[in-house]
């Protein structure tokens, strides 16, 4: 019985330890700045990277656009998703915006409301940066890791 118990602490000790570590991961993930342009004024957006459940969720929210081949491989629509990513902070001469405002005595978050002003190329760098750091990256690291340890069996 005890050999059962201890098995039991060890997986549990396993999972946690995998759990803390991508945590762990998740949280060294920094920004990602995008340079626009409003007019003759030269801004930064700071895109956050998002928890993967989290982005899952936002995702999840926006169908993708049937038709639209930036949305084809992927399970929603980017543009949508980027219009509504939480947390990004606007810089501007080194100041940093959070991007809240009061508005009938509620706090409302601007992002989407910025989005459609940005012009189309800056937009389109804004969505690449949604896409990569939640979608690309995590895939090539995904991929990076799997291969060194298909290599690590295969030399052993």
């Known amino acids: 019985m005890t050999d059962i118990k201890t098995l039991i602490e060890k997986q549990k000790r396993m999972a946690e330890e995998l759990v803390a570590e991508a945590e762990a991961y998740y949280e060294k993930v920094g920004p990602v700045e995008v340079e626009t342009v409003f007019g003759d004024r030269p801004a930064t957006f700071r895109v956050p990277f998002m928890h993967p459940s989290e982005f899952s969720e936002l995702a999840d929210r926006f169908a993708p656009r049937p038709g639209v081949a930036v949305d084809m491989p992927l399970w929603f629509n980017l543009d949508a998703v980027a219009r509504n990513y939480p947390g990004v902070t606007l810089v501007i001469d080194g100041e940093v ?8 005595k509620q706090a409302v978050y601007v992002w989407p409301e910025l989005y459609p002003q940005m012009p189309p190329e800056d937009q389109k760098e804004f969505r690449m940066a949604v896409w990569g750091l939640n979608v690309w990256e995590p895939q090539q690291r995904r991929e990076a890791l799997l291969a060194r340890k298909k290599e690590e069996a295969a030399d052993a």
């Open 97 to 104: 915006d959070d991007l809240f405002r009061v508005r009938e």
